[in-house]
């Protein structure tokens, strides 16, 4: 039997999993969406033929909930769902730091609900999700939970425990490298470069050393020391970084964001 999927609060992230659930085959009919703005349904509707209905209407009619809005706006949003959600849904979360009993408390009993922390570069298809099961979810609800997000990247199970963690390390994560490559063209600027060039040297980099690390298997330790040898450019470089302590200050790093992420999933704001 066909089963409708509805993605409510459909802003960048919701856009890009409608995108990639129509790339893998999804058949628009069988999709839903919500938006706040009339302009921005019409825009969903125009642009993917699916039809817009208001969160109400989504909750009574699609077998799959994605609540897509952004955490601030969620306890406003079940308050609006709760009476029409049946017990046989399924809802996943893709609001950083709400902890699937939040959900569990608020909808119908036995609700199965599934959180999912994706990143922004599900954007382009290239997305990490970090996909953790409720109390009352099953393993049919976390394969079909993977069937919606693989086609915007890779998916990743680990217990909610771990949700902070993965917050840290993936969901902020493009930020990081983000910060790094402003950080590496100011220095080749500095080095004499035009900033485009810098630019496109680091980004051609970024993308390579991603690659090889994605493809080859190797650890991160032997690729680097492939690149490093004696006496040689790259183990001066390395060797200000270490006396900088940059290891320690990205450890430092990822461990203040996911304090944070414990701190929103607790409701300190």
Known sequence: MTQKVAVLGTGKIGEALLSGM???GWSPADLLVTARRPERAEELRARYGVEAVSNAEAAKAADTLILAAKPQDM???????APHVAADRLVISAAAGIPTAFFEERLVEGLAVVRVMPNTPV????GMSVISAGSHAT???????????KPVGKTLRVPEKNQDAATALSGSGPAYFYYLVEAMTDAGILLGLPRAQAHD??????IGAAVMLR???EHPV??????????GTTISAIRELENHGVRAALIAALEAA???SRELASGDG
């Open 22 to 24: 129509i790339r893998a």
């Open 75 to 81: 306890a406003a949003l079940l308050d609006e769902l």
């Open 123 to 126: 954007l382009v298809d290239e």
């Open 139 to 149: 393993e049919a609800h976390l394969v079909r939970t993977e069937e919606i997000f």
């Open 201 to 206: 040297l680091i980004v051609q980099s970024a």
């Open 215 to 217: 493809d080859s298997g």
């Open 222 to 231: 032997k690729l680097r020391e492939a690149v490093t040898s004696p006496a």
């Open 258 to 260: 996911r304090d944070r």
